[in-house]
């Protein structure tokens, strides 16, 4: 077989478009927070739950392989299709491939700052709802 290994770093990416991945990131938590703070319960099931979901975790993909790449590692294909399937397994997993034991410090912040986004924005939205009351 000829080429390049599959070992070998990939071409870095400019920390940017990593950032660009988080802030879409908090921008979708933001959006289940307003959702979760202004929708009904019985209105809690549906495809704007499941296109949330897959939003969340096509751009959590998105930011592990951007964010490998910002560490001069390749990202198995195998981990980001995990992280696409099974989010709250894979990405403790890839917290912990791509930075050692620190990963899991790593995930823990990453995990807070998704949460106060979240309950921020639901907050808001909450306050806004019952002041119209």
């Keep these: 077989m ?6 070998a770093a990939p071409e870095p990416v400019p920390r940017g478009r990593r950032r660009i991945a988080f802030g879409a990131l908090l921008v979708l938590a933001a959006v289940a927070g307003v959702r979760l703070a202004t929708l009904p319960e019985t209105a809690d099931e549906g495809p ?11 751009t959590c993909a998105i930011w592990c ?9 390749r990202a198995p294909p195998v981990l980001l ?3 696409f399937l099974v989010l709250p397994i894979a990405l ?3 917290f912990l491939w791509s930075r ?16 106060c986004a979240m309950c921020a ?4 939205a909450d306050f806004l709802v019952e002041s119209r009351s």
């Design 2 to 7: 000829t080429g390049e290994p599959i070992t």
């Design 48 to 58: 704007g739950k499941l296109l949330l979901a897959m939003a969340t975790a096509l």
């Design 65 to 73: 392989s951007l964010d490998a790449r910002v560490l001069g590692k």
């Design 81 to 83: 299709a995990m992280v």
């Design 92 to 94: 403790p997993i890839y």
């Design 100 to 115: 050692g034991w620190r990963g899991i410090l790593f995930g823990i912040a990453f995990a807070a700052v998704f949460l």
């Design 121 to 124: 924005a639901g907050f808001v």
